[in-house]
Structures are given as C-alpha cells and as structure tokens.
C-alpha cells in the first residue's frame, strides 16, 4: 500500500513543478493505475467477489471521486476508518479510480501554498514562486493573466492595492487610469491650442495678404492718378507750346516779314526800308515787298499802289 501511496504523491509533485491540466493529470494517475490492477474484467469479478463490508467502500470512492471537495481522505460510510489509495483501487472500478485520482491530485497540488488554478477556462495550474509579491501569473498552458492575490483575471491598469480599493469604493479611480486621463486632457489642450494656433496664424495670413491687396489696390490708384497727372501735365505742356507758337507767329507776323525769295522772315530793327535778305540776298521793299533791283531797272510804280514810296502816293504827299 504504501508502494502505491509513493507513486501517486510522486506525480502530484511532479505535477506541482511543471503545471498540468485537468485531462492531464487524470492520465497521469491513470497509468499507474492499469499496470497494478489489470484488465477491466478482473477489476469487475473482484468487485464481485467482495464482502459485504467493502461494498460502502465502492459507495465512499464514487462519492469522493464526484466530490469538489479537495480532500484526498474519505471515510468509510460503515467503519468512518478513511480509506487509503490501495482500498480505492482494490474495490473500485477504473472509471471512479481515474476520479478519484484527480480529485486527490487536485488536493496534493493545492497544499502548495505558491500553487494557483489558471483564471481562464483551460483548467491547467502551475506553482508560482513569487506569490504575491509579483502577482501577476501567465498561464504556461494558455498565457492568460491572472492575479495570484485576487484568484481573478488580471485586473490591467490597477495594482492589487488599487484593486481592493476598487472593491471598497466602485468609484474609485486608479492611477493608470488617472494618469491616462491627465494624459487625454493635456492631449485634449494641446490639440486645442494647436487648433488655435492655426487659426491664429490663418487669420494672421489673411490679414496679411488683406493688407497687401489694399495697398496693391492703393499703389494702382496712386498709379493711375499718377498717368493721369502726367496726361494732364502733358496736355498742358502742349497746349502752353500752341499758345507759344501762335504768340511766336504773332509776332513773327507783327515784327517780321517773310522774304520775297526764300520766304524767310525778315525784321526790320531800323533803317530804311530796303531790305536784302541774309539768306538769299533778296533785295525788297519793305513797305509793299517790290523787288528793289526790279525798281531800279524800271522806277517806282513798280510799288504797290498801296506803298508810299509809289508815285501817286508821294505826289499826294
């Protein structure tokens, strides 16, 4: 008995070790089992063949293999002796032995205070060292977090401190989330502030480049006032050079007198009224414009009937 006691508590240690599942730990135990009891059909004749005392043995393992309870030791519903490994496999049958054995496995690996079950729904377990000094427990099977402290999935964004304030107060607010709170309004903040900025310097842009069509507007004005002054200037420049030319010719008319020639104008500054043109040597009478050389030839009533040096003018004189 105490052979088979020793096999059993070996593979729950090494169960404790390295992790197991629930299928895996019931083929564990199983092996063990088959080799020391044989084939099904003698499990069933020794049932059989059992006194009348051993059969509330059967009823007690059935019982303890269906339990949840994570005690290993059951009582004997006749005697209350508690039953061994051994009497579990010499009375009862293979598939209440494989239970039995997973609920005595379970019992072994849980007396390890550092044990814990996998929070998911994987069923496996697994020692974890560090207990609650780093709570955090991944699931060697799954990789699921738990929380060794709490027995719960693994409470992200909280500390077990956090948590259990969590659990006092539902309002409660833990640092993570306080912090990503503080980072979303300064996030918020800056948004907003760059938004603002943009704006400021769009309306800054638009004032800008209002000014500058304003005084693009201003300089066309100034110019085309300054076209139209020079238009003006221009205009009365020329009329001022009309007004010029016309005193000029007045003049010319009123002081000179072209040449019988050349047409060239002539003034007469004093002397007599011969006159002989610098440019063409030309030589008239002033008063009528009768070719003087032509008077010599002939006489005077080669003036102008109008000339007062005609004859009938200085006879009348």
Known sequence: MASQNGIFYGRADSAITSGFGDDESATAVQNPTSKSQGSSSSNTAQSQAIPSHERPVINTAAAAASSSSSSSASPCDECQENLEYN????????????KYERQALRAAVEE???FFW?????????IHDSGSAQPIVVCIKCSHRSCFRHGVNWHEDLSCEEYDRLQEDPDFRGHLELENERWSK???AQAAQEEADRDLASRFVAKEKAKIKRQEAQDQRER????????????QIATRRKMEEAKSIAT????????GGCGWAIEK????SHMTCSKCGHEFCWDCGADHRAIMRGDNSLHKETCRFHPRNRGSG
């Open 224 to 235: 085309e006032r300054e076209r139209e002054r020079q238009k003006k200037e221009r205009r």
């Open 252 to 259: 010319l008319r009123a002081t000179t007198k072209p040449c």
């Open 112 to 114: 390890d205070e550092n």
């Open 269 to 272: 500054n004093s002397g007599c």
């Open 186 to 188: 300064a996030q918020a």
């Open 118 to 126: 996998c929070t998911s729904d994987c069923g496996s377990g697994q």
């Open 87 to 98: 009497d579990i496999q010499r009375f009862a049958d293979e598939h209440t032995i494989a």
